[in-house]
């Protein structure tokens, strides 16, 4: 079985400032790895993901995350985030090899909230 | 392109009442999955169906049935719905080795 801690449940920031949400996992087989966005009263969009290759991803809206496997980390970084940035991130993984990326096992999530 | 699409938006249902939410994706994906959204616990699988005719149990499969209509379809119900099932419903869908597709969800009260 899979598993996703993600490790802040609320992360504030102030609008152009960096930002990391971090997420580990847990697994005893080899997974994907992704990032899902959720903003107010609307269901879920994919950010980036890792399925094998280089360890730096790069997704839309000018977020980057890093898989590191002797961390079992998939952290998600955006270099000066913007007000509508402000949504719920969800970390997620799939278990690798499969042909059904949808399904997922989930973190709990990070409610990033930008302030002006 | 209307993606995937669920039906009702939102329900009020009583103890005890059964109903059927409905999913329809236009993309001609093989899997199909439902999962549910509780605060502080992230998205749990409910079911999927990797392809038409197939169904499978996720992590929280109990009090609910599924069916896979078609390829497009793939309904989630609840027979005597509980208190414990109010929470936002998400169906998604995808094809093989791609990503997943998600509707805008299904918020659902039980009282």
């Known amino acids: 079985a899979q598993s996703v801690t993600q490790l802040d449940s609320q992360v504030p920031v102030f609008e152009e400032a960096p930002v990391e949400l971090r997420c580990n996992y847990s697994s005893s087989v080899s997974v994907y790895l992704f990032w899902y966005v959720q903003y107010p009263n609307q269901g879920l969009q994919l950010l980036l993901k890792y399925l094998s290759g280089s360890t730096l991803v790069k997704g839309i809206n000018g977020f980057e995350a890093e898989f590191n496997k002797s961390q079992t980390s998939f952290h998600l970084r955006k270099p000066s985030v913007h007000i509508s940035d402000t949504a719920e991130y969800f970390c997620?993984?799939?278990?690798?090899?499969?042909?059904?990326?949808?399904?997922?096992?989930f973190g709990q999530g990070t409610i990033l909230t930008v302030h002006p | 392109n209307a993606g995937v699409t669920q039906t009702p938006k939102f329900q009020v249902l009583k103890t005890g009442q059964s109903m059927t939410l409905q999913c329809a994706q236009d993309?001609?994906?093989?899997?199909m999955y439902w999962y549910r959204q509780d605060p502080g616990m992230g998205l749990r699988l409910i079911y999927y169906?990797?392809?038409?005719?197939?169904?499978d149990k996720g992590e929280v499969p109990n009090g609910y049935n599924v069916s896979r209509l078609n390829k497009r379809e793939f309904s989630l119900r609840l027979e005597s719905a509980a208190p414990s099932q109010t929470s936002v419903y998400f169906c998604?869908?995808?094809?093989?080795?791609?990503?997943?597709?998600f509707g805008q969800g299904t918020r659902l009260t039980v009282v």
């Open positions: 997620a993984v799939s278990v690798a090899g499969g042909t059904s990326y949808g399904k997922l096992t």
């Open positions: 169906s990797a392809s038409e005719g197939t169904t």
């Open positions: 998604a869908s995808s094809a093989d080795r791609s990503r997943a597709f």
């Open positions: 993309m001609n994906h093989n899997s």
